[in-house]
Nanobody
């Protein structure tokens, strides 16, 4: 199983940028599809982005396309989410996620095998 620790959240003005990092431990990291989800109070956790085991394919929620970039460094066991042109509606707790093998849909919460503890992102208007 993969253990995950996020960092890089904070307060930023609308239009600004933040880069989230996720440090992973576990021997299977380099073979696992990784992703980012976010959650606001009273709402279900929602998919943001995912990257396949070798970084060859990336997937984004419509809200993230063109503004966010997910990447990974298997040599360092790290996953990143670069967020640009941030909007107040991006305010949420962001969670790093390690998917189960053969997950059919990257947006499906049940496809995630491990979660990080989350990092708060607040975008002021």
């Amino acid at each position: 199983q993969v253990q995950l620790v996020e960092s890089g959240g904070g307060l930023v003005q609308a239009g600004g940028s933040l880069k989230l990092s996720c440090a992973a431990s576990g021997r299977t990291f380099s073979s696992v599809t990784m992703g980012w989800f976010r959650q606001t109070p009273g709402k279900e956790r929602e998919f943001v982005a995912a990257v396949t085991w070798n970084g060859g394919r990336t997937y984004y929620a419509d809200s993230a396309k063109g503004r966010f970039t997910i990447s990974r460094n298997n040599g360092r066991n790290m996953v990143y989410l670069q967020m640009n042109s941030l909007k107040p509606e991006d305010t949420a707790i962001y969670f790093c996620a390690a998917y189960r093998p053969n997950t059919g849909s990257y947006t499906y919460l049940g496809g995630v095998g491990s979660w990080g503890q989350g990092t708060q992102v607040t975008v002021s208007s």
